[in-house]
């Protein structure tokens, strides 16, 4: 299991919308970049995500892939690699903006279909102070959405190399070749034992 972590600004923040964008191209659906690599591609993992929760302060960005064994660490260099190559050579495409929203907006629908799903979202509109219109500005900056401010706010708030890493597997399999791959400092952690 490969996982990596790295804080992220807060829901509420002015550019929430356009970091959810970047991140989910990069690997928030199936379609999506990591997902597309790892699974489709290369066949090493069952999926591949990355993930942001929703928090009223500084809140956990998740990469998260199951995958074989032997390809822990190559897995692990084409992660990076793709959030790398992300905020460089090959940023957001128009395509990528577009399939998203489309997806986004099919869902919206969704919010509204059980009294479950519409008690969540009146929730979630008290905890983060939104407008009770909340829902329809939402749809609409979702439409007015740039490929410029998607770019800016991947370059802003995602840091790969200020990830923080943290796999599990069989350490007999996985310990050289990650510290072979110096990628960064190996700490191996036991049951148990608290981390300083």
Do not use: C
Not at 105 to 131: K, M, Q, W, Y
């Amino acid at each position: 299991m490969v996982i990596g972590g790295q804080l992220i600004p807060p829901t509420p923040a002015a550019d929430s919308l356009h970091l959810d964008m970047a991140t989910r191209i990069l690997g928030g659906n199936f379609n999506a970049r990591l997902n597309m690599n790892l699974r489709e591609d290369k066949g090493w993992a069952y999926g591949a995500r990355l993930t942001a929760t929703n928090a009223r302060g500084q809140r956990p960005l998740l990469y998260y892939a199951p995958v074989q064994i032997d390809k822990t660490t190559a897995a692990l260099q084409e992660i990076i690699r793709e959030a790398q190559d992300y905020l460089g050579p090959r940023p957001a495409t128009r395509e990528e903006l577009h399939r998203t929203r489309e997806g986004i907006l099919r869902s919206l629908p969704g919010r509204f279909e059980t009294n479950t799903a519409v008690r969540r979202t009146l929730v979630d509109i008290l905890r983060f102070d939104r407008p009770l219109d909340y829902i329809d500005r939402y749809q609409a900056n979702l439409e007015t959405l740039t490929l410029d401010q998607v770019k800016q706010a991947a370059q802003t708030h995602l840091t790969p190399p200020k990830t923080l890493w943290l796999i599990v597997g069989d350490l007999t399999k996985i310990e050289k070749p990650l510290r072979d791959s110096k990628i960064a400092e190996v700490k191996v952690l036991t049951p148990h034992e608290k981390t300083p």
